[in-house]
């Protein structure tokens, strides 16, 4: 079983930047298809951005696209998010995400916390 722990979240003003990580232990993330969701106070947990195990074909959520980038180092068992032009609305608890590549069992982890000040 994978184990996931996201950092990187933190107090952001509007317009900056943030760098997310989700550090995955237990089993490689090559065997997973990796992906970030996020939840708002108050709102139902959605879809960010997603990545394959294998040659890394990315999807995103209409909201982010041209701002978030995932990424992928299978090296370091590690899924990162890059979020550019932060938006108010991008406050939330953001999730990393591990779908099982055999069982479509998914995984998640604990969560960090973006906020994105006007």
């Known amino acids: 079983q994978v184990q996931l722990v996201e950092s990187g979240g933190g107090l952001v003003q509007a317009g900056g930047s943030l760098s997310l990580s989700c550090a995955a232990s237990g089993r490689t993330i090559t065997t997973y298809y990796m992906a970030w969701f996020r939840q708002a106070p108050g709102k139902e947990r959605e879809f960010v951005a997603g990545i394959s195990w294998g040659a890394g074909r990315t999807n995103y959520a209409d909201s982010v696209k041209g701002r978030f980038t995932i990424s992928r180092d299978n090296a370091k068992n590690t899924v990162y998010l890059q979020m550019n032009n932060l938006k108010p609305e991008d406050t939330a608890v953001y999730y990393c995400?591990?779908?099982?590549?055999?069982?479509?069992?998914?995984?998640w982890g604990q969560g960090t916390l973006v906020t994105v000040s006007s």
């Open positions: 995400s591990a779908t099982s590549r055999s069982t479509l069992e998914r995984f």
